[in-house]
């Protein structure tokens, strides 16, 4: 046995293997290359938002005395506790690029990395909270990652471009603001360059309409007035309510995606048109249901073992990315969602 001498005031190694930089080569599924991440402290959320530096098992850390202090013993019961009594939930994953165990599976479809991240999430969170069941209730509770929080440089903004998708699930447009407003503070901006909004979800049986769509388009031109967006998007249109959008709205749709998995090639009708009104055609792989309600509630229960999982319902999920302009990479990506429990 090898036996080593470490002199006193030396860092001792961590355990485990240590975690590998992501390579500037590294190609993700959005076709950019991904910027190593810059180097950061590791940081622990606890229940009451307060920030720890430095690892939990590190004797003399903050966080090994708060784990050690009375009635605060790390684990997950705190975390299931401080859910079944809350009536909203806001999980952020921060940037992915961070999280080399996300990288793991790739490639993954679109419904599989949200599962991912939501879960990872939800499960690092929950092994940070304490116990204490008599903690502080919170009416809204925040899943976050502090170690995987990135904001953007003031200096870097006018480099990057910052782009985001909103799903709407079981919500209405009301909940557009609260999403922009969430996103703009998790990535430390004024405004998001560029929001797609998908197509919102309509009962069985019926079409897509500009009737219903209206509401959501009007929401988003208020935020575009209040200089919150730039330029809005929308996504899987056909020509003809394209067509409707731009000659209702004030704020024109500068965008449009087109899912390839159904049709191969672009719609000619639609790409005539589009040339014609300066809309740009994109494309993306998003499934129809990119999180429905019992995904949700699955993972949340495979997360942090809740008992009422079922009574969880996602409003909306947001997915950003940060692209440096004159590089044409990804410097960062994650997701944002928010549910409300609806208790009987």
């Known amino acids: 046995m090898v036996r080593r001498r470490w002199r006193a005031g030396a860092v001792l190694p961590t355990l485990g293997p240590p975690r590998r930089p992501l390579s500037s080569c590294h190609v993700t599924g959005d076709g950019y290359k991904a910027s190593p991440p810059a180097p950061r402290a590791p940081l622990f959320v606890l229940s009451h938002g307060a920030a720890l530096p430095g690892a939990a098992g590190v004797a003399g850390s903050p966080a090994a ?56 999430t939800l499960t690092e969170w929950s092994s940070k909270i304490g116990q204490d069941l008599n903690q502080e209730i919170l009416e809204v509770l925040e899943c976050t990652v502090a170690q995987a929080i990135e904001k953007i440089n003031p200096e870097e903004r006018d480099e990057l471009k910052v782009s985001a998708k909103l799903f709407i699930i079981g919500s209405n447009s009301s909940s557009i603001r609260d999403a922009v407003d969430l996103a703009c503070h998790a990535l430390g901006v004024a ?54 959008l731009y000659l209702w709205a004030q704020v024109k749709p500068s965008s449009n995606q087109v899912n390839l998995a159904s049709c191969c ?23 129809k249901e990119l999180l429905c309600e019992a995904s949700f509630q699955e993972v949340l229960q495979e997360s942090i073992q809740n008992a009422k999982a079922h009574e969880w319902i996602p409003l909306w999920l947001l997915r950003y990315s940060v692209i440096v302009k004159s590089r044409g990479i990804i410097k960062s990506k994650g997701y944002i969602m928010q549910a409300k429990r609806n208790a009987s």
Request: glycine share 6%.
């Open 265 to 287: 090639v672009m719609p000619p009708d639609l790409t005539a048109f589009a040339k014609e009104f300066d809309i740009q055609l994109l494309t993306h792989n998003d499934p």
């Open 65 to 120: 005395a708060a784990a050690a202090a009375p009635g605060f013993p790390m684990g997950t019961e705190g975390a299931r506790a401080l859910v079944e009594r809350a009536a909203a939930l806001t999980l952020q994953t921060g940037n992915l690029l961070n999280w080399g165990c996300l990288r793991k599976k790739c490639p993954a479809t679109p419904a599989e990395e949200v599962r991912d991240c939501i879960q990872k």
């Open 191 to 244: 405004q998001l360059d560029s929001v797609i909004i998908a197509p919102p979800p309509v009962e069985d049986g019926t079409s897509l309409s500009l009737e219903y769509l209206q509401p959501y388009w009007q929401e988003l031109e208020n935020l575009v007035q209040n200089k919150k967006i730039v330029a809005i998007g929308t996504s899987d249109l056909d020509k003809t309510l394209l067509e409707q």
